[in-house]
């Protein structure tokens, strides 16, 4: 059993998020101290080593995203201050190196003769959100290079890199997270089991948003936090559904969007889950249509786990003991702070992790519809069973569910096995 190995970041703040490139061996570090931080593991002394740490926006950074090695080396970031920015590492000649994160005019030349090192630059700045950008993450590699976006006016942005310098960068597809409505809406509860649906969405549609909320230039990370866990505990008493209210976000950031992940299959085409507001709310959603439509609807489960294993309320702490604290009550209980999207590995089924401001993770398993070639029976329970799977479409229910119930879980990730599910607090150091 390997034994962890902390990693002294010597950032000046908290650090807001950690991201591994596609091999592994490179790390980026995020702070609310407004830097990037990227390091490279040395194989013969198994030490992280610090290669390039730079100023990246002008207020906390909040995500990282690596791009497929296929792209070049990228790496993207979002921030409160509104922006998403996508770096370059280029190569320059060390006599001509740039301070890190300027604006690529040029790889410096060089000669055959000249030491060449590393630099990253900026190559691309994206400021269509009107509110603090929460999340980001690059499309599969099938799917060329683009990337997605969710900020706190509720909206998803796709982006697609129409240039081979990576500088030029579209907006092409807006989805309004609050108007996506589906026909099937998985409502389980906590005892694991499959899901009933629902004829529709039962929480109305607002208005798309008209303006962002908070996040300007300078807010801190901080400051941002204790907003959105006051929010929380002033509107769960007096409303509900204000996590569907019209204008999510405007004035209140804990009511705009808060995560997305990738479905990494792609055979059902451009397929992603996201979730807004503190409702607890997950959204799959197929960008391969030609208008954006939610294929499915997650509801949180009614009920909470005992450790004795019936429903009630609160949530288990990390001693195994019931947690009935006022932040872990409430809406703000079931807002998720994470969502991971498993390798298809040859699963007949999806899974999808979602990690929540209440300490806990949640695990979906998410069917796909049976295709009509597939039908007749074979595998299963025979053919009859199929065809109900046929008309049911996108279904889904609770595989697991853990959670320590005393602090916030910062970020969920899913590896190729099902087993293993990695999770981590806030305060990653």
Known sequence: MQHPTPLPTLHADLVTDVAYDYYGTRLATASADQRIKVWRK??????????DEWKAHDAPVLQLAWAHPEHSNLLASCSYDRSVRIWEEVAVPYGAIPPAGARQNGT????????????????????????SVR???????????????????SYVRIYTCLSPTLSDWQLTTTVSLPSLHSSHVAKPTFSVGHSSAAGSEDIPAPAASSGGGGGGVGLSLTGALSASSSSNSNTSTNAPNTANAPNPGK????????????????????????????????KIITLSTPTPTALLVLQPPTTRPTPGGASGGGSISSNGTLNNSTASQGLGAQAITSLAWAPGCGRSYHLLASGHRDGGVRVWKVWPPVLASDLGGGGGGGGEERKDEQASGWRAEVAAEWGRGDVAVGKVEVGDDP?????GNERTD
């Open 42 to 51: 040395d194989p013969v002394k198994g030490a992280w080593e610090l290669e």
């Open 419 to 423: 087993r293993g599910i990695i999770d």
């Open 251 to 282: 004035g209140n950031e804990a009511l705009g969007g808060w995560c997305l992940s990738w479905c990494k299959e792609r055979w059902w085409g451009q397929v992603m889950a996201a979730t807004s507001g503190h409702s607890g709310i997950i």
């Open 108 to 131: 410096g030349g060089g000669t055959a003769h000249v030491k060449l090192g590393k630099r990253w630059i900026e190559c691309g700045l994206l400021m269509d959100a009107r509110g």
């Open 135 to 153: 999340n980001l993450e690059f499309a599969p590699n099938a799917f060329g290079l683009k990337l997605a976006t969710i900020s706190t006016d």
